[in-house]
């Protein structure tokens, strides 16, 4: 069993940057994807970013390469996610999942089997 556990979010005017940390407990294997997703009111839960916990790949949302980076302290057993440049559009919960999946299902959130419990990102212009 593993629990996930997210914290930095805030507000921050538009142009800014947060970090966003989600501590796990329980194992994570290394075959495990961990993985932001963000959700607005009345929409899906899209995906952000994802790295395996091997940390041989990552992946991101076209939306957000080249401003969002993803990370893990795997002696915290802790993934982040670096958020810079930041729009208004980026307003958001946003939610750490993991779990045992490949690669071509990073993107999609039923894939996941763990789930945090989401921290609020607002972005103001």
Known sequence: QVQLVE???????????????CAASGRIFSSYATSWFRQTPGKERTFVACMFWSGENKYYADSVKGRFTISRDSAKNTVYLQMNSLK????????CAAGPLGYW????????????????VTVSS
């Open 88 to 95: 208004p559009e980026d307003t958001a919960v946003y939610y």
């Open 7 to 21: 914290s930095g979010g805030g507000l921050v005017q538009a142009g800014g940057s947060l970090r966003l940390s």
């Open 105 to 120: 299902s990073a993107s999609e959130s039923g894939a996941y089997r763990y789930w945090g419990q989401g921290t609020q």
